[in-house]
C-alpha cells in the first residue's frame, strides 16, 4: 500500500484530545501535530507533552494551519459543529468524537456540509474497535446466526459520571451520550434493517446527586426493526461510586435463526485490589482500590502506551487517511441515524409514546 504523511490537528485538548494527540504523534504516517483548546495553557501544555509542533487558544487557527490535513474535533460535545464545518469546508478529513450533535439539526448541517464539499468525516463510535465487537461483526458477516430476529443491549455506569453532567449549561443526556454507542453497535450488527418504531421507558431514584432533575438516570427501550426484529436496548448512570467499574459496563446479545451471540462486557474477569488507589481515566481525582482492569471505555496504559478501543480506533483511521485501506469507523449518516434513535428514545420515555422513524425536528 503506498503512505503518505499527513498533519493532524487535535481541537479540543481535554482528556481524550489529550489521548488522541498522542496517538496521531506516535503515528508512523503524521509528521506534524497540532493542539488547539479554548484553554491556551492547555493546548500549550498537551503540545508540549505530545511533541507537537502548533498549538494556539484558537480552534480555527489550527484547523486552517497550512501543515494540517485532518482535524480530530475533541471539544465537549455542544461544541462539535463548528470546528467540523470549518474543516469540511476547507477539505480537511475529519474524525469527530461521538455523538454528531445534540439536536438533529446539527446533523443535518455537517451532511449538508459534506454532500457540498465532498467531505470525508467519521465519528468515534469506539465500541466499534473492542475486539469482542470486531469479532461478533465478523460472524454476523459470515452469516453464521443466519437472520437475526432480535438482541439485547445494555450499559451501567458509575453516579459519579452523572454528577459532572449536572450543572452544566446544556444537560447531556445518558441516552444521547453513552446508550449511543450501544445503539451504534446494534444498527451496525443489523446493517440495511433500519430501526423503524421506538417505545421506551425511563425512571430515577430520585437521588441529589444524579445526572439531573429533568433526566432520567434509567431508559430502557424497545426498538423495532424493518423486518420486525426486536432489540431492547438499555442504560442505567447509577452505579455506587466505588463501584469497581471505570467505565460502561455493558451486556450484548444477538439471536439468529441459526445461531445466538452472547457477549458478557461487564469485564469482571481482572479484578485488581491495590491500598494505592486506581485513577479513573474520565473523573480527575476519583480512585478506587479495587477495578475491574478490563472496564476503561476508552482503554488502558500499558508499558509506556495506550491500548484498547480508542487507540485502535485512532490508528485504523490514521491507516485508512496514509494508506488508502478501508476503516470501520461509523460514517455521518451512521452518526446521524444513531442520534435520531437517540432522539426517539428520550421522546418517547417522556412522552410515554411510541414514536416512529423518521422523526420530525
Not at 509528521?31 to 509542533?53: I, L, N, Y
Not at 438533529?104 to 449538508?112: G, H, K, P, S, W
Not at 444521547?176 to 451496525?188: A, G, N
Not at 488502558?300 to 491507516?319: I, K, N, Q, V
Request: proline share 4%.
Amino acid at each position: 500500500m503506498r503512505e503518505k504523511e499527513i498533519g493532524v490537528a487535535i481541537v479540543g485538548s481535554g482528556r481524550m484530545g489529550e489521548l488522541r494527540a498522542q496517538l496521531a504523534a506516535n503515528h508512523p504516517g503524521v509528521r506534524f501535530v497540532a493542539c488547539a483548546d479554548t484553554d491556551a495553557a492547555r493546548a500549550k501544555s498537551v503540545a508540549e507533552k505530545v511533541g507537537a509542533q502548533f498549538h494556539s487558544g484558537n480552534n480555527h487557527d489550527v484547523i486552517a494551519h497550512p501543515e494540517v490535513d485532518a482535524v480530530i474535533v475533541s471539544t465537549p460535545n455542544y461544541a462539535h459543529l463548528d470546528a467540523m464545518l470549518q474543516a469540511i469546508s476547507l477539505g480537511k478529513a475529519v474524525l469527530c468524537e461521538k455523538p454528531i450533535g445534540l439536536a438533529l439539526d446539527d446533523a443535518n448541517q455537517v451532511m449538508e456540509a459534506i454532500e457540498r464539499y465532498n467531505g470525508n468525516v467519521r465519528f468515534g463510535y469506539s465500541r466499534r474497535f473492542k475486539e469482542r465487537y470486531l469479532r461478533a461483526k465478523e460472524q454476523v458477516v459470515q452469516g453464521r446466526l443466519g437472520t437475526i430476529v432480535g438482541g439485547h443491549a445494555r450499559a451501567y455506569n458509575l453516579r459519579s459520571q452523572a454528577r459532572g453532567k449536572r450543572g452544566r449549561k446544556i444537560v447531556e443526556t445518558p441516552v444521547v451520550t453513552s446508550l449511543t454507542y450501544y445503539i451504534d453497535l446494534m444498527c451496525w450488527f443489523l446493517e440495511g434493517n433500519p430501526v423503524v418504531e421506538v417505545y421506551a421507558r425511563g425512571n430515577s431514584s430520585g437521588r441529589q446527586d444524579g445526572v439531573s432533575d429533568n433526566v432520567h438516570e434509567l431508559t430502557w427501550a424497545l426498538l423495532t426493526c424493518a423486518d420486525g426484529a426486536a432489540i431492547s436496548a438499555g442504560i442505567y448512570y447509577g452505579l455506587p461510586e466505588q463501584y469497581p467499574s471505570r467505565g460502561l459496563s455493558s451486556r450484548v446479545e444477538l439471536l439468529g435463526s441459526e445461531g445466538v451471540l452472547l457477549i458478557d462486557g461487564d469485564n469482571t474477569d481482572e479484578i485488581l485490589y491495590t491500598e494505592r488507589g486506581v485513577p479513573h481515566v474520565h473523573l480527575a481525582g476519583q480512585e478506587a482500590n479495587m477495578v475491574f482492569l478490563g472496564s476503561s471505555t476508552p482503554g488502558s496504559w500499558a508499558l509506556g502506551d495506550f491500548w484498547g478501543p480508542l487507540a485502535s480506533e485512532t490508528r485504523a483511521w490514521l491507516d485508512h487517511l496514509t494508506t488508502g485501506r478501508p476503516c470501520a469507523l461509523a460514517t455521518a449518516a451512521d452518526a446521524r441515524r444513531n442520534l435520531e434513535i437517540s432522539l426517539a428514545i428520550e421522546r418517547s420515555e417522556w412522552s410515554g409514546e411510541t414514536v416512529r422513524l423518521p422523526i420530525e425536528r
